[in-house]
């Protein structure tokens, strides 16, 4: 039932809309005061379709599995692992990429609209047909079901919980899913450098050229508001929670992972404020 109505949402919105529509498919709404948005349940309503329909179009999914290389298909193989759980599947990226290179992978997103995104994009790269589950990460084991060699969530999105609460019920959610010595691979924009480098860090960051810019339009401890440019003029926003790294690393030693790697762009070494992602791998065993 869900993936149906998911498909309708998609279909819907590729008619052209009127700027004047207000259609939610569409447009985002933050209100009155954009900056009080601070909540994690608002999520599925910043990734509408004319946002997520631009995004795909713009970046190129052969030039983004050229700059992340095989690190994390490297990583996995690493740890013999042959069944992956994609919780922040978005648009389908990584969990196509994981078919390709054979895993046995299963796609969740809290939201719908990025799943049928993803379904079809499964079929456009390569034939696949993704295994999707709607399902938020708080309350993951009720929608997905089974155990884990490895669960991935990537792409800057476990930003997107706004409370220390949620964060702790997402990592036991995921903790509970995996093998007794699975692993979690997520990464994080460097939010570090932005909180501490204050504006000068607060750089442009291009996407495809300048096809797609983003900038941090504002900053303090509790948010980091995002706006994105596309070269038709079209622009978008994304409220998130600025992480701090050793945060993060701390949140998974508290709900039970016993050893953190944690690599700035894909590299072990690297200076502190130098990297834009670090990729965090936390081993259960
Ligand atoms: N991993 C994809 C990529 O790299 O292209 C998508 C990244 S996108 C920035 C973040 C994704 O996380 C969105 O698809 C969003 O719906 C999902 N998400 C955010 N909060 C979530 C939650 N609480 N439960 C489930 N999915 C969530």
Redesign the pocket.
């Known amino acids: 039932r869900k993936n149906s109505e998911a498909v309708e949402v998609a279909g819907r919105a590729k008619e052209p809309e009127p700027e004047s529509s207000g259609n939610p498919d569409v447009h985002q709404d933050f209100g009155d005061d954009p900056l009080e948005v601070r909540t ?1 349940d608002h ?2 309503e910043e ?1 509408v379709t004319g946002f997520v329909d631009k995004w795909d179009e713009l ?1 190129d999914w052969k030039a983004r599995s050229e700059s992340e290389g095989t690190f994390f298909v490297e990583q996995l193989k690493k740890h013999g692992v042959r069944k992956v759980l ?9 969990s196509v990429r994981l078919l390709e290179e054979g895993f046995e992978t299963v796609s ?4 719908p ?2 799943l049928a995104k993803a379904f079809e994009n499964g079929v456009k790269h390569g034939g696949h047909i993704l295994r999707v589950v709607n ?4 309350w ?1 084991n009720r929608d997905v079901h089974g155990e884990y060699d490895a669960i ?10 706004f409370t220390e609460r ?1 964060r702790r019920k ?1 990592l036991a959610e995921f903790y509970a899913m995996l093998k007794h010595d699975g692993i979690l691979i997520l990464d994080q924009r460097n939010y570090d450098s932005i909180l501490d480098q204050g504006f000068s860090s607060k750089h442009t960051y291009y996407y495809c050229g300048e096809d797609v810019s983003a900038v941090p339009e504002h900053v303090d401890d509790g948010l980091a508001r995002f706006r994105y440019n596309f070269a038709d003029g079209s622009e978008y926003h ?1 409220n998130m929670y600025p992480l701090r790294k050793n945060y993060v690393r701390r949140l998974m030693r508290e709900v039970g992972f016993q050893r953190i790697e944690t690599y700035g762009d894909f590299q072990q070494t690297y200076r502190e404020d130098e990297p834009d992602f670090f990729i965090h791998v936390a081993e259960k065993r």
């Open positions: 994690t999520y599925t990734y970046i994609d919780v922040a599947t978005g648009t389908g990226f990584h969740a997103d809290g939201s609209q990025m399902a938020d990460w708080r993951l991935v969530c990537l792409g800057n999105s476990f930003t997107h919980l949620d997402a994304l």
